[in-house]
């Protein structure tokens, strides 16, 4: 990483101490720590330069992950998150929040309205009747400033104006910081609404996995992917659009949403008669779905969600602070999302563009819709002198481990 600081030098004597470089000429930030490099919205100084076994990068659009090399089973690395090769591509796109951060409200707000001390606040419906992601200007299409770089971190900000997101009213400031160490991606989001005006505040990180980044000669899809939340046994009962109904289900051992009693194949119960309804209407199958996560704690000792491939052998596990897991299998961004330069590659089973169920995205967050739902007593609304915090860590390992 010594261009890269020599680059900050230079700036900082530039543009003042806290100026933080350009990213790379792809748009992307590129972090590295032994085992693992990422890469956000980073201008690409080409990733050989760095020559080491981890890499990650960013962009500021979003605060998106684009890019997370880690090593496979036979010590081959794999870029296993979905993305786009250049900052530019992310903009226009309207398949999916790819890596991104959601905000200030993710996943859905029933009926596009919400209530605090008696107001009633309107939300744009962009997802049927409901609030997807807080609208068409939530924070996932939202360009962040880098405020702070180092070889293995990077920290975004966002100032997100009152109703900037239609319905959200009141100013907020929100920090995303990502810190690399050895093998593991720490992520730490926090939001305060400086205002005196209260607003809803529900963050979530909204990377893609595909842990055999496309590569994979049988198959480009993650149903063969393993799945494990063993503190998992509730979820929302969802109604067609995937709104949940209010009500929590408990989940019977062998049920499809059964993840709890033991690690299961993603793809296990593609051939049940449930798979297509189990995600809601007009979904070709698969899961979108909101676990609660009955694990108490701040961040969690051990992890609540484990994903690993067979074929590559890179498992990650998912410790959080969070209490609740929306999984997502991709059933809508198929057929249109073109896989990365960095994925694929001589052999693999795939045409150059993603399939539905071809990824995963595992969304720590706290239960879906909440601020519609008193009943559960979950804190989605905050005011001035209180701070949101949203917390995980992802551990990379292998299986042969
Ligand atoms: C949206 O709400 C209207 C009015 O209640 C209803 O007629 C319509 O079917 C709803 N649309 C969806 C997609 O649920
Ligand atoms: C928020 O923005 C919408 C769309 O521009 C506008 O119709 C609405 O009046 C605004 N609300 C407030 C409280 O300013």
Same mark, same amino acid.
């Not at 979905?82 to 009926?111: K, Q, W």
């Not at 939340?229 to 979820?235: A, D, G, N």
């Not at 289900?249 to 449930?274: A, H, M, Q, Y």
């Not at 209180?386 to 995980?392: G, H, L, R």
């Given at each position: 990483?010594?261009?890269?600081?020599?680059?900050?030098?230079?700036?900082?004597?530039?543009?003042?101490?806290? /100026?933080?470089?350009?990213?790379?000429?792809?748009?992307?930030?590129?972090?590295? /720590?032994?085992?693992?490099?990422?890469?956000?919205?980073?201008?690409?100084?080409?990733?050989?330069?760095?020559?080491?076994?981890?890499?990650?990068?960013?962009?500021?659009?979003?605060?998106?992950?684009?890019?997370?090399?880690?090593?496979?089973? #036979?010590?081959?690395?794999?870029?296993?998150?979905?993305?786009?090769? #250049?900052? /530019?591509?992310?903009?226009?796109? /309207?398949?999916?929040?790819?890596?991104?951060?959601?905000?200030?409200?993710?996943?859905?707000?029933?009926?596009?309205?919400?209530?605090?001390?008696?107001?009633?606040?309107?939300?744009?419906?962009?997802?049927?009747?409901?609030?997807?992601?807080?609208?068409?200007?939530?924070?996932?299409?939202?360009?962040?400033?880098?405020?702070?770089?180092?070889?293995?971190?990077?920290?975004?900000?966002?100032?997100?104006?009152?109703?900037?997101?239609?319905?959200?009213?009141?100013?907020?400031?929100?920090?995303?910081?990502?810190? +690399?160490?050895?093998?593991?991606?720490?992520?730490?989001?926090?939001?305060?609404?400086?205002?005196?005006?209260?607003?809803?505040?529900?963050?979530?990180?909204?990377?893609?996995?595909? +842990?055999?980044?496309?590569?994979?000669?049988?198959?480009?899809?993650?149903?063969?992917?393993?799945?494990?939340?063993?503190?998992?046994?509730?979820?929302?009962?969802?109604?067609?659009?995937?709104?949940?109904?209010?009500?929590?289900?408990?989940?019977?051992?062998?049920?499809?949403?059964?993840?709890?009693?033991?690690?299961?194949?993603?793809?296990?119960?593609?051939?049940?008669? +449930?798979?297509?309804?189990?995600?809601?209407?007009?979904?070709?199958?698969?899961?979108? #779905?909101?676990?609660?996560?009955?694990? +108490?704690?701040?961040?969690?000792?051990?992890?609540?969600?484990?994903?690993?491939?067979?074929?590559?052998?890179?498992?990650?596990?998912?410790?959080?602070?969070?209490?609740?897991?929306?999984?997502?299998?991709?059933?809508?961004?198929?057929?249109?999302?073109?896989?990365?330069?960095?994925?694929?590659?001589?052999?693999?089973?795939? #045409?150059?563009?993603?399939?539905?169920?071809?990824?995963?995205?595992?969304?720590?967050?706290?239960?879906?819709?909440?601020?519609?739902?008193?009943?559960?007593?979950?804190?989605?609304?905050?005011?001035?002198?209180?701070?949101?915090?949203?917390?995980?860590?992802?551990?990379?390992?292998?299986?042969?481990?």
């Amino acid at each position: 990483m010594k261009s890269l600081s020599i680059l900050f030098t230079i700036f900082s004597a530039a543009r003042g101490a806290t /100026a933080v470089p350009p990213p790379g000429p792809d748009g992307k930030y590129t972090l590295t /720590a032994e085992g693992i490099r990422a890469q956000v919205n980073f201008v690409p100084m080409s990733i050989k330069w760095i020559g080491l076994t981890g890499l990650w990068q960013f962009i500021p659009f979003g605060a998106a992950i684009t890019n997370l090399f880690v090593e496979d089973k #036979n010590g081959v690395e794999r870029d296993i998150v979905v993305g786009f090769d #250049n900052a /530019a591509d992310y903009p226009p796109s /309207a398949l999916g929040h790819f890596g991104e951060i959601p905000g200030r409200y993710a996943g859905r707000i029933g009926n596009g309205q919400y209530t605090i001390d008696g107001v009633t606040y309107s939300t744009e419906k962009n997802n049927g009747n409901n609030t997807l992601h807080s609208g068409n200007n939530g924070w996932g299409f939202r360009t962040f400033e880098v405020v702070a770089l180092t070889e293995a971190s990077i920290t975004f900000h966002i100032r997100d104006a009152s109703n900037s997101s239609i319905g959200m009213l009141g100013d907020v400031d929100g920090y995303i910081s990502y810190t +690399l160490t050895p093998k593991s991606w720490k992520v730490k989001m926090s939001a305060t609404a400086p205002d005196t005006h209260k607003t809803p505040l529900m963050l979530t990180q909204h990377t893609y996995w595909s +842990l055999d980044a496309f590569s994979n000669p049988t198959t480009d899809l993650i149903l063969d992917h393993s799945y494990y939340m063993p503190f998992s046994q509730r979820i929302l009962e969802p109604d067609p659009n995937m709104l949940p109904t209010g009500q929590i289900l408990s989940i019977p051992e062998g049920d499809i949403n059964d993840f709890w009693s033991k690690p299961k194949l993603v793809g296990t119960d593609r051939n049940s008669p +449930l798979w297509k309804s189990n995600c809601g209407d007009g979904c070709e199958g698969g899961y979108n #779905n909101c676990w609660i996560v009955d694990k +108490l704690g701040s961040q969690a000792t051990e992890p609540v969600a484990t994903l690993s491939s067979g074929w590559s052998g890179i498992k990650v596990d998912i410790y959080t602070d969070q209490v609740g897991m929306q999984v997502y299998s991709c059933n809508w961004v198929g057929d249109k999302m073109p896989i990365k330069k960095t994925q694929g590659g001589p052999g693999a089973a795939t #045409n150059g563009l993603m399939k539905p169920s071809g990824c995963i995205a595992l969304e720590a967050q706290d239960w879906s819709d909440g601020i519609n739902h008193p009943e559960w007593g979950r804190k989605q609304v905050y005011g001035p002198g209180e701070t949101y915090i949203w917390e995980a860590t992802y551990k990379f390992s292998t299986l042969e481990d």
